[in-house]
Structures are given as structure tokens and as C-alpha cells.
Nanobody, 118 residues
């Protein structure tokens, strides 16, 4: 049974740092590229960060450059998203996604809510 479970969300104060985790099971994690997306109410999910299966390439969209960092631990089958200096506009539901490096098989987690407020 494939599972992707995001954790680390919650209420965060502006300026703080945040680490989200995506813990997986049920598939060969080391053969999947991992992404983090976020979704604002009523909007499509937007890509926040991507890392290849062996961490040799990372893509961070322009808006996330400088504050968002993606990493992974293949031994722990977990991907991470670190966010520095969170802002109220980072408030969203954050999802992780796994995509097989060859055949495109895709899995999504259920998401974790991040609320940035003082």
C-alpha cells in the first residue's frame, strides 16, 4: 500500500523557520523524483520545489528561491521542505508528490496545512 504522509505543518509565526516532512512507504522511494506543491483556497496547486531521485538536480521556481529548500533521505524514504522566514502569504496546504524517474507513475500525499500568522 502506497503512502505519502506529510507532517510539520501547523500555525507558525512570521519570520520563523519551518520543516515539512514527507514520509513514504509502499514503493521504491529511491527511484522517484520528489516534489512539493502548495495550494491556496480556490486555486490550482503550484510547484514549490523538485528534487531528482538521486538528488543530482534540484529545481526551485523563482518565487521560492532563497527561502525554500528541498532535500531527501533515501534511507529514511523521506523528503523534506525547509522554509525560512515564513510569511503570511506562505499560508497554504502543502503536498508532496512522487514521480517515477522512468515511467511517470505518480503518487500524492494528502497534504499538511501551514498557517502563518502572529
Amino acid at each position: 500500500q502506497v503512502q505519502l504522509v506529510e507532517s510539520g505543518g501547523g500555525l507558525v509565526q512570521p519570520g520563523e523557520s519551518l520543516r515539512l516532512s514527507c514520509t513514504t512507504s509502499g514503493f521504491t522511494f529511491s527511484t522517484y523524483g520528489m516534489s512539493w506543491y502548495r495550494q491556496f483556497p480556490g486555486q490550482e496547486r503550484e510547484l514549490v520545489a523538485f528534487i531528482t531521485s538521486n538528488s543530482d538536480r534540484i529545481h526551485i521556481p523563482d518565487f521560492a528561491q532563497g527561502r525554500f529548500t528541498i532535500s531527501r533521505d533515501n534511507d529514511k524514504k523521506t523528503a523534506y521542505l525547509d522554509v525560512n522566514s515564513v510569511k503570511p502569504e506562505d499560508t497554504a496546504k502543502y503536498f508532496c508528490k512522487a514521480v517515477h524517474r522512468y515511467d511517470g507513475t505518480t503518487y500524492w500525499g494528502q497534504g499538511t496545512q501551514v498557517t502563518v500568522s502572529s
